[in-house]
């Protein structure tokens, strides 16, 4: 596997299924190239429930039984990941144009493992054809 796609959420499962939408929306041509590991940080029943419904094969969770915060919310979703390049996204980033596909592009024409972190408000101000 190529990319796993590490989110860190607590509470935010609306925001958060929409983005997940999204990003398998724009990787639809990469299934098998992907995951998405989502850190869930202690939200509140109805909010976990939520997130739990939207289990695919591309998406595996890391559920912790307290709040630990989100450094090391984000630490475990990092280590739980397969991918041989990680990108790290918040829950509310939403990846614009074609920034995911390009990426699973690139990396598959590099061989050397990264971990990717972007401000997608402004690499999409910086190349605004390409994203």
């Given at each position: 596997?190529?990319?796993?796609?590490?989110?860190?959420?607590?509470?935010?499962?609306?925001i958060l299924i929409e983005n997940i939408v999204l990003i398998k929306k724009q990787l639809s041509k990469f299934q098998g190239d992907f995951e998405i590991v989502i850190g869930e940080n202690f939200s509140n029943t109805e909010n976990r429930n939520k997130i739990?419904?939207?289990?695919?094969?591309s998406i595996r969770f890391v559920l912790h039984e307290s709040n630990i915060g989100f450094g090391y919310n984000l630490y475990k979703t990092m280590i739980e990941a397969n991918g041989e390049n990680i990108l790290l996204l918040g829950d509310d980033d939403f990846p614009q144009g074609s920034l995911l596909t390009e990426l699973i592009i690139y990396l598959n024409e590099k061989k050397d493992p990264k971990l990717f972190f972007?401000?997608?408000?402004?690499?999409?101000?910086?190349?605004?054809?390409?994203?």
């Open positions: 596997m190529i990319l796993s796609i590490c989110i860190p959420t607590y509470n935010n499962p609306d739990l419904n939207i289990s695919s094969a972007f401000a997608f408000e402004h690499i999409t101000k910086l190349y605004p054809t390409r994203f």
